[in-house]
T-cell receptor, first 114, second 113 residues
Framework: AQSVTQLGSHVSVSEGALVLLRCNYS??????LFWYVQYPNQGLQLLLK??????LVKGINGFEAEFKKSETSFHLTKPSAHMSDAAEYFC????????????FGQGTRLTINP | GAGVSQSPSNKVTEKGKDVELRCDPI?????LYWYRQSLGQGLEFLIY????????KSGLPSDRFSAERTGGSVSTLTIQRTQQEDSAVYLC???????????FGSGTRLTVV
């Protein structure tokens, strides 16, 4: 079965600093990987996704993530944090076979300090 | 429609009452999902509809929960005899194919008092 582990339920960085949100997955077949962002009192919005091809994927709002098969990781980064990045971030995995649904991590709440 | 629409956005109900939550997916999206997000928790899968196939109900927490999808479009999630532990945000999502990601609605915040 597929699973996702997000390391750190809370991450706090200073404005302008590097943002690094960690995600590790478990899957017996090649995964599709996603990052979603949830702003307060809103639904989830797709940030970026990896399906096939280039392992470094770029998303909205300056975020990017790199698929590392050897490390079973898909960490989310942004070079310089902005106050508007404060939100909850969810990593998710899907697989090509079987039930076509996403399995989500527990989420990481990102706080930006001025 | 342009996005996934959920109604109501907020619902307060008394313990023991039944509630219905509605989801109107993006037109043409064959897959529809319900998730539950409790305070401080991640997203808990509830149920998944794909076209005319039998739904995947493996995530429904008890037989008090049920869902239907009429005409391959609008879906209703029904919770009977609500309990306080049912309080959560119920999120609906639709997709042309799960491997391309979902589009989520804004959710229904259910509070059972």
């Amino acid at each position: 079965a597929q699973s996702v582990t997000q390391l750190g339920s809370h991450v706090s960085v200073s404005e302008g600093a590097l943002v690094l949100l960690r995600c590790n997955y478990s899957s017996s077949v090649p995964p599709y990987l996603f990052w979603y962002v949830q702003y307060p009192n809103q639904g989830l919005q797709l940030l970026l996704k990896y399906t096939t091809g280039a392992t470094l994927v770029k998303g909205i709002n300056g975020f990017e993530a790199e698929f590392k098969k050897s490390e079973t990781s898909f960490h989310l980064t942004k070079p310089s944090a902005h106050m508007s990045d404060a939100a909850e971030y969810f990593c998710a995995v899907s697989v090509l076979q079987g039930a076509q649904k996403l399995v989500f991590g527990q989420g990481t709440r990102l706080t930006i300090n001025p | 429609g342009a996005g996934v629409s959920q109604s109501p956005s907020n619902k307060v109900t008394e313990k023991g009452k039944d509630v219905e939550l509605r989801c109107d997916p993006i037109s043409g999206h064959t897959a529809l999902y319900w998730y539950r997000q409790s305070l401080g928790q991640g997203l808990e899968f509830l149920i998944y509809f794909q076209g005319n196939s039998a739904p995947d109900k493996s995530g429904l927490p008890s037989d008090r929960f049920s869902a239907e999808r009429t005409g391959g479009s609008v879906s209703t999630l029904t919770i009977q005899r609500t309990q306080q532990e049912d309080s959560a945000v119920y999120l609906c999502a639709s997709s042309p194919d799960a491997n391309y990601g979902y589009t989520f609605g804004s959710g229904t915040r259910l509070t059972v008092v």
